[in-house]
């Protein structure tokens, strides 16, 4: 079974290795130490975790909407580009680049501009998965 760094697991949950040590600490999240001291996560115990995380995020308490897009992406919008009808947003979310094209009258409504905090959710009607 695949084991992660505390420093992987973290990009992969998105959020960082010091968030990582303390769930660890608290034993939130399962670790073990290789030959060298370093803290591992089983594979297993960081898919686990990942579910377990994003069902208390999805959980509405927070205020965040409930929604059936299970792919949300909060990030900071980094670029809007206004056309007489359409418009063309930019986020930036960890290290992914989303583009969406939107309605000029959503961009207003929802008062995006560059630096304003946003989430961009996804669904598809097809998901490619590649191994890393």
Same mark, same amino acid.
């Given at each position: 079974?695949?084991?992660?760094?505390?420093?992987?697991? *973290? &990009?992969?949950?998105?959020?960082?290795?010091?968030?990582? =040590?303390?769930?660890?600490?608290?034993?939130?999240?399962?670790?073990?130490?290789?030959?060298?001291?370093? &803290?591992?996560?089983?594979?297993?115990?960081?898919?686990?975790?990942?579910?377990?995380?994003?069902?208390?995020?999805?959980?509405?308490?927070?205020?965040?909407?409930?929604?059936?897009?299970?792919?949300?992406?909060?990030?900071?919008?980094? *670029?809007? =580009?206004?056309?007489?009808?359409? *418009?063309?947003?930019?986020?930036?979310?960890?290290?992914? =680049?989303?583009?969406?094209?939107?309605?000029?009258?959503?961009?207003?409504?929802?008062?995006?501009?560059?630096?304003?905090?946003?989430?961009?959710?996804?669904?598809?009607?097809?998901?490619?998965?590649? =191994?890393?």
């Amino acid at each position: 079974m695949r084991s992660y760094s505390m420093g992987r697991a *973290a &990009r992969l949950l998105g959020v960082s290795a010091d968030t990582v =040590r303390r769930w660890a600490d608290a034993g939130r999240l399962p670790t073990r130490r290789d030959g060298s001291g370093r &803290r591992l996560v089983a594979g297993e115990d960081l898919a686990a975790f990942a579910v377990a995380l994003a069902a208390e995020d999805g959980s509405g308490e927070d205020g965040e909407p409930h929604t059936s897009v299970r792919n949300a992406f909060p990030g900071i919008v980094t *670029a809007v =580009r206004l056309g007489d009808v359409a *418009a063309q947003v930019e986020i930036q979310a960890g290290p992914h =680049r989303l583009v969406s094209l939107v309605t000029r009258e959503a961009v207003e409504e929802l008062g995006l501009a560059v630096g304003v905090e946003a989430v961009a959710r996804v669904k598809a009607t097809s998901v490619h998965v590649d =191994r890393v």
